[in-house]
């Protein structure tokens, strides 16, 4: 029985392949499980997979993969420090491998191979012992060496850090962390095909973040709030190439606030009066989620064209406070104001009671809600 694979014939057909690959190396002949003595006072005989004639090159073979979730395979992690061990009581002259199947799965950052993952979690254990990897494909060979291995680990703590950034900014929008994971693990899971749904929750957490630690860089104007809030739809919209265009995205994207995040928006923003050159008093209805979502754009517009950001305040300053936002412009694009023409000048007062950390709650809500039915449309997974 072949210890190399869960499957002998995979793992000897790996063993011959690694044999020949080996043999056209170096120009010699390789023998398939020689046996060597090895021990301290006492010396046995151990089976080692590829030896050369003169047991100068001694050569074990892992035939492994990821596991079908992409999870680290532990127990023939385990047999491979094992054959690691078995590798150091050679003789330090003797030229030691530890030869491994060139593997990946799109769950994987930056695609690492279950050998680069061996050699990085375990080179303190190797000694003299070279970690390598043999492409069944391409019939090559690669020794993972340190410089490989610290330029890839440079690059892990650079996404480690932006994991642990983004577990932070997310978890508050899941029960547990589990949940968290769950989602974050979607998301990555889509990196061979599609890395869309990251480039989203990066650009989520990106403007998300802005628009919450924007007193920081200047006081805190609902303007530039606003900005943040509007690039991140803007951004959200861009990247998904299933739409027709802002008004597809819009549409889609007002549905994915929760019941209970579109009622504390509308029950604490309220049109009260209009009115325009044309018509003094202008019939008025209820705002709507789209509504609401118009004025953010309206307001945007303002600030990014215009320089405008120091007179909009949109959200309450203080809890019991309730406020009065006054908006002079044309074509605001409200839904429950119907009698203004898109080119008239008119003006609307509205009443506020909103307070910016509950709404921020509830737009990312629905933002994460977003980036979920885009991975359910596009996943193949």
Not at 175 to 189: A, P, S, T
Not at 308 to 325: C, G, M, N, R, S
Request: charged fraction near 25%; glycine fraction near 4%; proline fraction near 2%.
């Amino acid at each position: 029985m072949n210890s190399n694979s869960e499957n002998p014939v995979v793992g000897a057909n790996f063993q011959k392949e690694v044999a020949q690959w080996f043999s056209e190396k170096y120009n010699r002949s390789f023998i398939i499980e020689k046996k060597i003595a090895i021990g301290y006072s006492e010396k046995k005989d151990h089976k080692f997979d590829v030896v050369s004639e003169d047991s100068s090159i001694v050569i074990e073979c892992k035939c492994y993969s990821w596991t079908e979730t992409g999870n680290v395979p532990s127990a023939k992690m385990g047999a491979a420090n094992e054959a690691v061990f078995y590798l150091s009581f050679l003789p330090s002259t003797t030229e030691r491998y530890l030869v491994m199947k060139k593997t990946t799965h799109p769950k994987h950052k930056i695609n690492e191979t279950l050998a680069e993952y061996y050699y990085r979690t375990n080179k303190h254990l190797l000694g003299g012992t070279k970690v390598a990897e043999f492409d069944v494909e391409t019939k090559s060979l690669r020794v993972i060496c340190e410089s490989d291995n610290n330029l890839q680990n440079d690059i892990y703590s650079i996404l480690e850090l932006n994991d642990i950034r983004l577990k932070n900014f997310y978890s508050e929008f899941f029960i547990n962390q589990d949940d968290v994971d769950e989602f974050l693990g979607r998301v990555y899971q889509m990196d061979s095909d599609d890395r869309i749904p990251r480039q989203m929750i990066n650009q989520i957490y990106r403007f998300v973040t802005l628009s919450r630690r924007i007193d920081e860089i200047y006081p805190p104007r609902d303007g530039l709030r606003l900005l943040f809030i509007k690039i991140c739809m803007e951004s959200l919209q861009k990247l998904n190439h299933t739409l027709k265009g802002p008004k597809d995205f819009y549409e889609r994207f007002q549905h994915h606030f929760s019941i209970t995040g579109r009622d504390y928006i509308l029950q604490n923003f309220k049109l009260i009066e209009c009115s325009s050159e044309d018509t003094k008093a202008i019939e008025i209805g209820s705002l709507s989620i789209s509504d609401f979502l118009n004025i953010i754009k309206y307001i945007r517009d303002q600030v990014a064209h215009d320089g405008i950001f120091w007179e909009t305040q949109i959200f309450a300053p203080k809890d019991d406070w309730t406020y009065l936002v006054d908006i002079e412009g044309k074509n605001l694009g409200l839904s429950c104001v119907s009698a203004i023409s898109k080119d008239t000048m008119a003006e609307y007062l509205f009443e506020t009671t909103l307070q910016f950390d509950k709404f921020i709650y509830y737009f990312t809500e629905a933002c994460i809600n977003y980036v979920k039915e885009y991975i359910h449309l596009e996943s193949k997974y």
